[in-house]
């Protein structure tokens, strides 16, 4: 039996077992999917114990995202630009291949969204945020919006940003001091406001600034859990178009296993099971 895991922080709200379960079932392929919880300072011993145990790889969630690059082998392009990797393949050699397949999932989630030379904004600046821009980045986008509350700290990922895309405009603004939306094509909230059980009470946006954007604007938000958040419950009521984090998961996890295994699993019977377990 083949042996795959999800490393990262708290891990409580994981479903991806269950979505990897259906798409190794698609398969036929017999392999288990654990979800081992990994804090940071526990990232080198997983690593080893990944590895000693035979794993064939992982994935890799916050907030170990940008940290996991230091101790693979190999980075693809996805990763370098995005400075985050999600999936890693363990080589025949025990060597370690690291991707991001979160951009792939995020591009498909919204592929009959037309932005090109348009202007897009990104809450947060972690690795899910740097994923979504560099999706966005080849759907031709004119320019992409951080908003942080820390802008310092985001000063190294802008000039990052603006060497390795230099025909796109990057910008870093304080996400308190959002006041209109009205030149966004689309907002993408990747922050974890409005996740279940951390601040689903909570908006990263108020309903007036929303408010201040165009009819045919796109919010995404890449939470999944609930499906529904009040920030897309805010862009419904405001007829905007809204789309949530699960087809971003699908797409990513079927990513990550044609990876691993060289076969493309069932999306649709990923995505049936991951409705269930909601």
């Known amino acids: 039996m083949s042996k795959f895991a999800l490393i990262g922080f708290p891990l409580g709200h994981s ?3 269950v979505i990897h379960k259906a798409g190794f079932e698609s398969l036929g392929v017999n392999a288990d999917y654990e979800i081992l919880e990994t804090p940071p300072d526990d990232l080198v ?3 080893k114990y990944l590895k000693t145990q035979d794993y064939s790889g992982f994935n890799v969630t916050i907030p170990l995202k940008l940290p996991i690059s230091l101790f693979v082998n190999s980075v693809d392009r996805y990763a370098d630009l995005a400075r985050a990797v999600n999936t890693v393949k363990i080589e025949a050699d025990k060597t370690m291949s690291a991707y991001n397949t979160d951009v792939i999932g995020f591009r498909k989630s919204i592929e009959d969204v037309s932005l090109y030379n348009k202007k897009a904004g990104i809450l947060g600046t972690g690795g899910a945020a740097h994923a979504a821009a560099v999706a966005m980045s080849e759907m031709n986008v004119k320019e992409i919006v951080f908003f942080t509350r820390n ?7 802008m000039n990052y940003m603006r060497r390795k895309l230099p025909d796109i ?12 939306l009205e030149d966004y094509a689309i907002l993408v909230n990747a922050t974890p406001v409005g996740m279940l059980g951390k601040a689903a009470d909570m908006k990263p946006v108020y309903y007036n600034t929303l408010s201040t954007m165009n009819k045919d604007a796109v919010v995404f938000d890449l939470i999944y859990n609930p499906r529904k958040t009040l920030l897309l ?15 971003m998961l699908i797409y990513q996890a079927a990513a990550a296993q044609e990876i691993w295994l060289g076969k493309k699993p069932d999306v649709k019977a ?9």
Not at 151 to 157: G, Q, V, W
Not at 270 to 278: D, P, Q, R, S, T
Request: glycine share 6%; aromatic share 4%.
């Open 15 to 17: 479903i991806s077992g």
């Open 169 to 180: 405009t990057f910008n870093v603004y304080q996400i308190e001091r959002i006041s209109s």
């Open 45 to 47: 011993s997983r690593l």
């Open 270 to 278: 990923m995505k049936i099971a991951a409705l269930e377990a909601i």
């Open 233 to 247: 419950q805010d862009a419904q009521s405001l007829g905007l178009k809204t789309v949530n984090g699960l087809d």
């Open 151 to 157: 802008i310092p700290n985001s000063i190294d990922t």
